[in-house]
């Protein structure tokens, strides 16, 4: 009798056949975590996404076969569906199979999708978290997410609305967002902001002071890391001038605050907001 593709026990963890969705983590090699490094290791083909460095594949053998399957907003991208038939046709093939996908497959990396598709195709999935860059990026400055007196939770969001969606058809209400951020006391983690942050920083405007302050954090745990400090009321403001792009994170909350009076860190290419 077939086990259902739901039920994964630890002895199918790498055995012919199966697919594991692996985070990357948010770039640095160091931050993999064990499990992550050995099922990078044991794969005999791995499916890797754009934001993936070498020091990471640094970790496959060298008989696997690796497959650049590159997704980076703004640019040409692998299409989800041929991504997926990968998956399906290796798996099927008897291949251990890894899905390496940068920061955390669960956080905006659309391993729920592939998940939902593996499984419908009784192939057998598992996923390894990894480590995402909205928490790597304000912790390499110095700085919680979370703190007892400045934040009592935090909201990750993405920036970035599937393709059709608005806001008047179910995409992210970033005025209801601003309210609760402010009444409850919330750090928000905004991910592929940087293209519409003149419309984000509007609408959280409606809620928000102006003077709530920022952090923008490029390519965390990254040799060429930088950040800028601002406010919310100078965002757009903050990017243009010291020339920040994709890939980069948003941090607005209270939390930043202490950004200013901690030591930058080694190797960081740290820039400052006047």
């Known amino acids: 009798m077939n086990m259902p593709a739901a039920i994964i026990t630890s002895e199918s963890q790498f055995h012919p056949g199966t697919v594991t969705l692996v985070g990357a983590g948010p770039g640095d090699p160091d931050l993999l975590t064990i499990k992550a490094a050995k099922a990078i290791a044991a794969a005999t083909v791995l499916l890797v996404d754009d934001l993936v460095g070498d020091g990471v594949l640094a970790h496959a053998s060298p008989s696997a076969r690796i497959v650049y399957v590159g997704k980076r907003g703004g640019c040409k991208s692998t299409p989800q569906a041929f991504i997926e038939k990968l ?21 905006f990396g659309r391993g729920g999708e592939e998940v939902e598709h593996l499984r419908e195709a009784g192939i057998a999935v598992q996923v390894i978290n990894g480590i995402t860059s909205g928490l790597a990026g304000l912790t390499s400055l110095g700085v919680p997410l979370t703190h007892r007196d400045h934040a009592h939770g935090v909201v990750f969001i993405t920036g970035h609305a599937k393709p ?22 919330l750090t928000l983690v905004i991910y592929m902001g940087v293209s519409s942050a003149a419309q984000i920083q509007a609408d959280l405007l409606t809620g928000l002071p102006a003077d709530t302050p920022l952090a923008i954090v490029q ?9 800028a400090v601002g406010t919310l009321g100078t965002l757009t403001d903050t990017l243009a001038r010291e020339g920040l792009g994709s890939p980069s994170v948003i941090v607005v909350g209270d939390v930043v605050r202490g950004i200013a009076a901690v030591a930058q860190p080694a190797g960081a290419q740290a820039l400052r907001a006047a």
């Not at 998956?87 to 956080?107: H, N, S, T, W, Y």
């Not at 390519?219 to 890391?225: E, I, V």
Request: a positive charge; glycine letters at 10%.
């Open 219 to 227: 390519h965390a745990s990254l040799p060429q890391q930088r950040h």
């Open 87 to 107: 998956m399906i046709m290796a798996a099927r093939e008897g291949e251990v199979v890894v899905r390496l996908k940068g920061g955390d497959p669960f956080i």
């Open 164 to 185: 059709g969606i608005t806001h008047e058809s179910r995409g992210t209400d970033w005025q209801q967002l601003a309210a609760t951020a402010r009444d409850a006391k």
